[in-house]
Nanobody, 115 residues
């Protein structure tokens, strides 16, 4: 079992910055993928970005150039940074941990961007 704890959400003005963190604990395997999804009200959950334990990143098309994903393997922590938030970035952001065909989700952290 893997537990994920997210932090860093909140209320931000448009144009502001935010960094989300997600720390995994429990039965952590060396080879894994961690990432971020988001879900806006009334919409499906969409991929933002993922990063492997080796540092390989992947961004959903619309997120590329706007978000930066990174991780600290020693801390089992993944980060998501945005330095120019827009109102349409308002959503609940969920952390994902995947390894050996298993997937675990965090509880989600709300990000609200005011115009």
């Amino acid at each position: 079992q893997v537990q994920l704890v997210e932090s860093g959400g909140g209320l931000v003005q448009a144009g502001g910055s935010l960094r989300l963190s997600c720390t995994a604990s429990g039965r952590i395997f060396t080879i894994n993928v961690m990432g971020w999804y988001r879900q806006a009200p009334g919409k499906q959950r969409d991929l933002v970005a993922t990063v492997t334990n080796g540092g390989r990143t992947y961004y959903a098309g619309s997120m590329k150039g706007r978000f930066t994903i990174s991780r600290d393997n020693a801390k089992n922590t993944v980060y998501l940074q945005n330095n120019n938030l827009k109102p349409e970035d308002t959503a609940v952001y969920y952390c994902l941990y995947s390894s050996s065909g298993l997937h675990y989700w965090g509880q989600g952290t709300q990000v609200t961007v005011s115009s």
